[in-house]
Nanobody, 124 residues
Framework: QVQLVESGGGLVQAGGSLRLSCAAS????????MGWFRQAPGKEREFVAA????????IYADSLKGRFTISRNNAKNTVYLQMNNLKPEDTAVYYC?????????????????WGQGTQVTVSS
């Protein structure tokens, strides 16, 4: 199985940017569809973005399209989430997840392996 470790979270002012990384070990990252999800206090976990195994196909939550970009470097076994123009409502714990399906999906149920999460806090 694959182990996932997120990094890159932190405190940023509204309008700023952060790049999250998700490093995989134990298995080749290219074997998995990858996704990013987030969970704010008191709210359910929600889909952010996902990327196909080769990186050629991506999907985003409609509300985040244009501000967030998912990418991957299979040679480095790493997936990234570039977040621009951050807003206080983006404050959440961000999780990366790996799935074995052939297509990207928006449901957390489609992903088998999860990291521990990294906190992103956006101040106003």
């Amino acid at each position: 199985q694959v182990q996932l470790v997120e990094s890159g979270g932190g405190l940023v002012q509204a309008g700023g940017s952060l790049r999250l990384s998700c490093a995989a070990s134990g298995r080749t990252l290219g074997d998995y569809v990858m996704g990013w999800f987030r969970q704010a206090p008191g709210k359910e976990r929600e889909f952010v973005a996902a990327i196909s195994r080769s990186g050629t196909f991506t999907i985003y939550a409609d509300s985040l399209k244009g501000r967030f970009t998912i990418s991957r470097n299979n040679a480095k076994n790493t997936v990234y989430l570039q977040m621009n123009n951050l807003k206080p409502e983006d404050t959440a714990v961000y999780y990366c997840a790996a799935g074995t399906r052939l297509v990207v999906g928006r449901s957390s149920l489609e992903y088998t392996y999860w990291g521990q999460g990294t906190q992103v806090t956006v101040s106003s």
